[in-house]
C-alpha cells in the first residue's frame, strides 16, 4: 500500500485528469474516479504504459472517445512529468526535440479543455473590471461577417463549433410513389378490399397520396492551395450535415478527385478531419475542375445523384483544363441533378467581375451563385435551401452573360 501523501497525490491527480476528460467531451462521472484511483492501487504504477492502460479501461467506453483520452493523457502526463514524480523520480522527463509533429485528433478539444481551467483560475485571482461596451459591436457579430481566410487560430475555432451547429434540413420533393393517406387521392384497390371485407353493402374508400422526402446532397469541395482555408472549415458544416443525414455524399478534388464520405462519418470532428486529409494526397496543390468532373460524371454520378439530388460545387473556378472540356462535363452535371449550386469565396469581393474563363464557362450551367467565406454566407445558404424563406442568390449567373 502506498503512503498517505503519495496516496493523496496520486488521487489528486486523477482526478484533474478525469475533469479534464470531462471538458474535452468524455463522460466521465464520480464513479469513475474512484474505479480509476482503486485500479492504479491494485495494479500498481511500474511504468508509463501501466498508467495508461488502467485509466484507459477504466474511463473509455467508446471508440470515438480513445481520440480524446491519447491526447488528454499525452497532454497532461507528459507534459507535467506527473508519472516520473509519482515514480519517486526526482526531475520530469522534458519531450523530445525535433521537428513540429502534426497536430492530432482531439488536440484542439482538449487544448481547450487545458484552457478553459487555467481561465477558471484567473478569473478566480484577477479582480472583475466592469467596461462600458454600450458603443461597441460584440464579437459573435464580427465573427459572423468576418473572412474565413483572416480569422485568428481562436476564431477559427469558434467558427468550426459554429458551423457543426448548422442545420440543413433542405425542402421536400415529390416522388412517384404513393402512399396511404386520410385524404388525397382515391385508392381502388384498397377501396374495393375494404368493401368486399363488408360482403359489398358498404363503400369504405381509401385514399393515397405522393410521398414526399428531402433530396440526397452531393458536396464537390475544391482543395487546391487557393480553396484550404475555405475547404477546411466548410468540411466542418459538411461533417455536421452528415451526421444528421446518411444520404450525403462528399468528394474532394485538386489535381484528382476523392471520395471522403466515409471519413466524414466519423462521429469525432478531428479525427474524421484529419482522416481526410491523410486520404487525399493532392491537398493544396494545383486545379483541374474539368478532369474531376469528368471522373465523377463517369464513375460517382449513376450511384449518388439517384433521387434528383442537390449539388454545392464549391470552388473559385480557377481552371487549368480547357474549356471545351469543363463546359461539356458541368453540362453533364447540371442535367443530372435536380439544383447545381457554386459556393465561390471570390464573391466575397464587392468588385468582383466573372473574367476568367473558368468562372465564364461555369456560370450557364448553374441554378445559384453563392459566396462562401463567412458565417453569414453559409447562414444564407442553409436558410435558402431548407425551403424556410425563398433568398434570392448573390449573383444571378445569367446576368453575368
Given at each position: 500500500m502506498a503512503p498517505t501523501a503519495s496516496r493523496s497525490r496520486i488521487t489528486d491527480n486523477i482526478v484533474y485528469f478525469a475533469r479534464t476528460l470531462?471538458?474535452?467531451?468524455?463522460?466521465?462521472?464520480?464513479?469513475?474516479v474512484v474505479d480509476?484511483?482503486?485500479?492504479?492501487?491494485?495494479?500498481?504504477i511500474e511504468n508509463r504504459d501501466d498508467l495508461y492502460w488502467t485509466l484507459l479501461a477504466v474511463f473509455v467506453r467508446k471508440h470515438e472517445q480513445k481520440v480524446l483520452f491519447d491526447e488528454a493523457f499525452r497532454i497532461y502526463w507528459q507534459s507535467r512529468g506527473l508519472i516520473e514524480k509519482m515514480l519517486a523520480i526526482l526531475s520530469p522527463v522534458a519531450p523530445p526535440r525535433g521537428a513540429p509533429e502534426k497536430p492530432k485528433a482531439g488536440q484542439t478539444r482538449v487544448s481547450q479543455a487545458f484552457q478553459a481551467a487555467q481561465e477558471r483560475v484567473a478569473e478566480e485571482t484577477v479582480p472583475e473590471i466592469e467596461i462600458d461596451a454600450k458603443f461597441t459591436v460584440s464579437g459573435k457579430e464580427l465573427l459572423q461577417t468576418k473572412d474565413f481566410a483572416q480569422m485568428t487560430a481562436a476564431e477559427v475555432d469558434?467558427?468550426?463549433?459554429?458551423?457543426?451547429?448548422?442545420?440543413?434540413?433542405?425542402?421536400?420533393?415529390?416522388?412517384?410513389?404513393?402512399?396511404?393517406?386520410?385524404?388525397?387521392?382515391?385508392?381502388?384497390?384498397?377501396?374495393?378490399?375494404?368493401?368486399?371485407?363488408?360482403?359489398?353493402?358498404?363503400?369504405?374508400?381509401?385514399?393515397?397520396k405522393p410521398i414526399e422526402k428531402r433530396p440526397p446532397l452531393v458536396a464537390l469541395c475544391d482543395?487546391?492551395?487557393?480553396?484550404?482555408?475555405?475547404?477546411?472549415?466548410?468540411?466542418?458544416?459538411?461533417?455536421?450535415?452528415?451526421?444528421?443525414?446518411?444520404?450525403?455524399?462528399?468528394?474532394?478534388?485538386?489535381?484528382?478527385?476523392?471520395?471522403?464520405?466515409?471519413?466524414?462519418?466519423m462521429k469525432d470532428p478531428d479525427e474524421a478531419l484529419e482522416a481526410c486529409s491523410d486520404g487525399v494526397e493532392d491537398w493544396s496543390g494545383g486545379t483541374r475542375i474539368a478532369s474531376a468532373l469528368h471522373d465523377f460524371n463517369?464513375?460517382?454520378?449513376?450511384?449518388?445523384?439517384?433521387?434528383?439530388?442537390?449539388?454545392?460545387?464549391?470552388?473559385?473556378?480557377?481552371?487549368?483544363?480547357?474549356?471545351?472540356?469543363?463546359?461539356?462535363?458541368?453540362?453533364?452535371?447540371?442535367?443530372?441533378?435536380?439544383?447545381?449550386?457554386?459556393?465561390?469565396?471570390?464573391?466575397?469581393?464587392?468588385?468582383?467581375?466573372?473574367?476568367?474563363k473558368g468562372i465564364r464557362t461555369m456560370l450557364p450551367h448553374v441554378d445559384e451563385f453563392r459566396a462562401a467565406h463567412s458565417l453569414d454566407a453559409v447562414a444564407d445558404l442553409v436558410e435558402a435551401l431548407s425551403g424556410s424563406k425563398k433568398h434570392a442568390p448573390d449573383i444571378e449567373p445569367k446576368n453575368w452573360l
Open positions: 470531462r471538458k474535452a467531451g468524455v463522460p466521465v462521472g464520480p464513479a469513475s480509476a484511483v482503486s485500479a492504479v492501487e491494485v495494479s500498481g469558434q467558427a468550426k463549433l459554429a458551423l457543426r451547429a448548422m442545420t440543413l434540413p433542405m425542402d421536400k420533393i415529390r416522388l412517384r410513389r404513393l402512399k396511404s393517406a386520410s385524404r388525397g387521392r382515391i385508392d381502388p384497390r384498397k377501396t374495393l378490399r375494404a368493401s368486399m371485407r363488408a360482403g359489398g353493402d358498404m363503400i369504405d374508400l381509401k385514399y393515397r482543395i487546391s492551395g487557393s480553396m484550404s482555408q475555405y475547404s477546411r472549415l466548410l468540411l466542418h458544416f459538411l461533417h455536421g450535415v452528415t451526421a444528421e443525414r446518411r444520404d450525403v455524399h462528399t468528394f474532394l478534388f485538386g489535381t484528382r478527385l476523392s471520395n471522403v464520405t466515409r471519413q466524414l462519418r463517369r464513375h460517382w454520378s449513376r450511384r449518388v445523384l439517384g433521387g434528383k439530388p442537390t449539388v454545392l460545387l464549391i470552388t473559385d473556378g480557377l481552371e487549368r483544363d480547357t474549356d471545351e472540356d469543363l463546359e461539356r462535363e458541368m453540362d453533364r452535371l447540371h442535367r443530372s441533378c435536380r439544383r447545381l449550386v457554386w459556393l465561390n469565396p471570390l464573391l466575397r469581393f464587392d468588385g468582383f467581375e466573372a473574367k476568367a
